[in-house]
């Protein structure tokens, strides 16, 4: 049995409807670059006799517009593998101090 391996998306387009009022179409492009996602949001004006796959094509090239300049609208999202944390060091000092603090140790003594 092969197994095979998809490429990983450059972009995904999601959320498309066609707005009336401006007569243009509007998404959610999704751009990956260094394991991190980001979302644009863009809006490209055009007739709603527009093929769906003109129009995606159009918003992405919004989409890598609009990466280009940083007043686009945008939100990043968290890498997609987040570096692992550092294991907190044993001090028991620092426990100690907590403890003493509380008054757990003041209660325990009396």
Not at 25 to 48: D, G, Q, S
Not at 81 to 108: K, T
């Amino acid at each position: 049995m092969k197994h095979f391996r998809f490429p990983f998306p450059q972009a995904r387009v999601s959320d498309v409807i066609y707005n009336a009022a401006n007569q243009s179409f509007e998404a959610t492009v999704t751009l990956y670059e260094n394991n991190t996602a980001v979302k644009h949001a863009c809006t490209v004006p055009a007739p709603i006799t527009m093929s769906f796959k003109d129009a995606t094509h159009r918003l992405i090239a919004q989409a890598r517009r609009q990466q280009k300049t940083p007043s686009g609208l945008r939100a990043r999202m968290a890498p997609l593998h987040p570096a692992p944390r550092p294991e907190p060091e044993f001090n028991p000092v620092r426990i100690l101090r907590r403890w003493s603090h509380s008054g757990f140790l003041r209660r325990r003594i009396a």
